[in-house]
Antibody
Framework: EVQLVQSGTEVKKAGESLKISCKAS????????IGWVRQMSGKGLEWMGM????????RYSPSFQGQVTISADMFISTTYLQWSSLKASDTAMYYC?????????????WGQGTMVTVSS | EIVLTQSPVTLSVSPGERATLSCRAN??????LAWYQQKPGQAPRLLIY???TRATGIPGRFSSGGSGTEFTLTISSLQSEDLAVYYC?????????FGRGTKLEIK
């Protein structure tokens, strides 16, 4: 079974760093684009960025460029979303997603979400 | 960045009736558009990709059409379980973007 399993809920303070993870299983990790989607409470979906693990090509939304870092460890089939200095406005649910095919594509597989709460 | 405008913002439909949701882009997407359903408290689920292809396991009452800048999602016979927010997403051009969603209510 293809699945993405994300790390658990995080409660942090503004200014702290954070790295959340998403472990993939059931498919060839390096063959599909994988990315992150933010959803603030009661709001819509926001595309943050994506990476192709095979060559590490990474694309970011201008809204998130420089604010977060997407990375991957192909040896453990895991992708990461990282902040160096959290803000209260980073409080949201973050979903890990995988494309349908080996191209930048629709998101067929979704992780269960990681809730991040940042207090000021 | 491509902007996707979804309409209506909220749609109220009786069970058994048809629901039609719209997604308009400010640039051509070819057929690189997807639709997602998000039920309360759940992660989104892919319904449609390539503008018209149903994802695995999606019931036949969900259909879609369009190309270029105008797209529609149709639910032919609404069921109570279809209560959700529906989002469109374009993956034609970086950065990929989502519409703001249509909330589907059951009358």
């Amino acid at each position: 079974e293809v699945q993405l399993v994300q790390s658990g809920t995080e409660v942090k303070k503004a200014g702290e760093s954070l790295k959340i993870s998403c472990k993939a299983s059931g498919y060839s990790f390096t063959s599909y684009w994988i990315g992150w989607v933010r959803q603030m409470s009661g709001k819509g979906l926001e595309w943050m960025g994506m990476m192709y693990p095979d060559d590490s090509e990474t694309r970011y939304s201008p809204s998130f460029q420089g604010q977060v870092t997407i990375s991957a460890d192909m040896f453990i089939s895991t992708t990461y979303l990282q902040w160096s200095s959290l803000k209260a406005s980073d409080t949201a649910m973050y979903y890990c997603v995988r494309a349908v095919a080996a191209i930048p594509d629709a998101f067929e597989i979704w992780g269960q979400g990681t809730m991040v709460t940042v207090s000021s | 960045e491509i902007v996707l405008t979804q309409s209506p913002v909220t749609l109220s439909v009786s069970p058994g009736e048809r629901a039609t949701l719209s997604c308009r882009a400010n640039q051509s997407l070819s057929n690189n558009l997807a639709w997602y359903q998000q039920k309360p408290g759940q992660a989104p689920r892919l319904l449609i990709y390539g503008a018209t292809t149903r994802a695995t396991g999606i019931p036949g009452r969900f259909s879609s059409g369009g190309s270029g800048t105008e797209f529609t999602l149709t639910i032919s016979s609404l069921q109570s379980e279809d209560l959700a927010v529906y989002y469109c997403q374009q993956y034609n051009t970086w950065p990929q973007t989502f519409g703001r969603g249509t909330k589907l209510e059951i009358k």
